[in-house]
């Protein structure tokens, strides 16, 4: 079945504790992208790849990282975690660029940080 | 730089028709439209292009008026499963950049 899979679904941290929230695509899509969803606010790019090893910021990247060493991985790095990031996470892929093709969204992740 | 979303909220008894704007003050090369429901991820309905083509929906259809920045979307003979949160998308930046911008998003509530 073709999808996108994120792990956790739900996660509560602690400030300051590292963490890696996975997302992996079967789809071989070229494109990938991290989201936050907060209340009255939409969906927000954190970071988007147009391809292996290519990687750019999105609107509210402070406080994250990612790395796209494979294809279908695209992995969200809180290196330092903060309240202010407690938030609905989604990754999406695309098959290449986004002008003609839709976006595919991963089930979310849940992340509360105390 | 986010898109414009009106209403916020519409209320509607199944049945009745319901439109739900779009704008941007910077050129729209493209339009995107997803439906979410509570608690899921957000869905794919239609991609509207410069030039008037439309790629998605078959029930709902959509508007793009690329001069004036906006589009609509069209909710006609709308059924419960209408309910849930609109938003608009669009790309931004130049042709090796994607970064994606959405609009903050409308709520339908469709009522029997």
């Known amino acids: 079945e073709a999808q996108v899979t994120q792990n956790p679904r739900y996660l509560i941290t602690v400030t300051g504790k590292k963490l890696t929230v996975t997302c992996s695509q079967n789809?071989?899509?070229?494109?990938m992208s991290w989201y936050r969803q907060d209340p009255g606010l939409g969906l927000r790019q954190i970071y988007y790849s147009m391809n292996v090893e290519v990687t750019d910021k999105g609107d509210v990247p402070e406080g994250y990282k990612v790395s796209r060493k494979e294809k279908r991985n695209f992995p969200l790095i809180l290196e330092s975690p903060s309240p202010n990031q407690t938030s609905l996470y989604f990754c999406?892929?695309?098959?290449?660029?986004?002008?003609?093709?839709?976006?595919?969204f991963g089930p979310g992740t849940r992340l509360t940080v105390l | 730089q986010q898109p414009v979303q009106s209403p916020q909220a519409v209320i509607l008894r199944e049945g009745e028709d319901a439109v739900i704007n779009c704008s941007s003050s910077k050129a729209l090369y493209s339009v995107h439209w997803y439906r979410q429901k509570h608690g899921e991820a957000p869905v794919f309905l239609m991609i509207l292009l410069k030039g008037g083509e439309q790629k998605g929906h078959e029930k709902i259809s959509a508007s793009f008026n690329e001069k004036k920045q906006q589009s609509s979307l069209y909710l006609t003979a709308s059924q419960l499963s209408y309910s849930g949160t609109y938003f608009c998308?669009?790309?931004?930046?130049?042709?090796?950049?994607?970064?994606?911008?959405f609009g903050p998003g409308t709520r339908l509530s469709v009522l029997p």
């Open positions: 999406a892929s695309s098959i290449a660029g986004l002008s003609t093709d839709t976006q595919y």
């Open positions: 789809m071989n899509h070229e494109y």
């Open positions: 998308g669009t790309e931004m930046g130049d042709n090796y950049g994607q970064n994606f911008v």
